[in-house]
């Protein structure tokens, strides 16, 4: 069984740049959540996409946005990037949406200066 | 809004010494309240999902309660290897908000040998 794997792990940006990062979910598995952690946080609920829909949003901006695949693979991009937007971005996927067990990939650690 | 706060923030333990981690809540309607573990530089790993009040559940050396306001997680005889920080999340089930885990900021635990 494969897990969640996400990519890349770790990346610098400067302030304005965009960012895309990219989310495999575990085998059988057919929504993907996506969190942001900072530093010292808990992690924040950012959405959720299933079927290919995005299924539900937290209070993030709309230069947060995000895709699902046939495959339940994931992308969220950030636009018009910000110091406070540094942080891990979790991935985690579900065998359905309104499960709380989630399973998390590592986590790509964004650092935008 | 749901808000989950954790204490203490951080606990450090000498191996065998027993202690209780907790986690108040406040949700419009409780669907589930998760633990989770992680590890420095990884994602957080699924322990528990308490329903409702009076419900426990057990996992080696953990085991989580339930009440209406909080819930605890018991360390009995901890070692150096259950050191992680332990995250609590609720899931409400109001129409359109259960989709999200809402996370606090975890505790830090340290056993030491």
């Known amino acids: 069984e494969t897990g969640v794997t996400q990519s890349p792990t770790h990346l610098i940006k400067t302030r304005g740049q965009q960012v895309t990062l990219r989310c495999s979910s575990q085998?059988?598995?057919?929504?993907v959540s996506w969190y942001q952690q900072a530093l010292g946080q808990g992690p924040q609920f950012i959405f959720q996409?299933?079927?290919?829909?995005?299924?539900g949003r937290g209070n993030f901006p709309p230069r947060f946005s995000g895709l699902q695949f046939p495959n339940y693979s994931s992308e969220l991009n950030v636009n018009a990037l910000e110091l406070d937007d540094s942080a891990l971005y979790l991935c985690?996927?579900?065998?359905?949406?309104?499960?709380?067990?989630?399973?998390f990939g590592e986590g790509s650690r964004l650092t935008v200066l | 809004e749901d808000q989950v706060t954790q204490s203490p923030e951080a606990l450090r333990l000498q191996e065998g010494e027993s202690s209780s981690l907790n986690c108040s809540y406040t949700?419009?309607?409780?669907?589930?309240l998760f633990w989770y573990r992680q590890d420095p530089g990884k994602g957080p790993e699924f322990l528990f999902t308490l329903y409702s009040a009076g419900e426990e559940k057990e996992k080696e050396r953990l085991k989580a309660t339930l009440t209406k306001k909080e819930s605890f997680l018991h360390i009995t005889a901890p070692k150096p290897e259950d050191s992680a920080t332990y995250l609590c999340a609720v899931q409400a089930n109001s129409g359109g908000s259960n989709y999200k885990l809402t996370f606090g900021k975890g505790t830090l635990l340290t056993v030491n040998p």
């Open positions: 985690a996927s579900s065998q359905t949406g309104s499960t709380g067990e989630l399973f």
């Open positions: 949700v419009s309607g409780l669907r589930g």
């Open positions: 996409y299933y079927r290919e829909e995005e299924n």
């Open positions: 085998s059988g598995h057919n929504t």
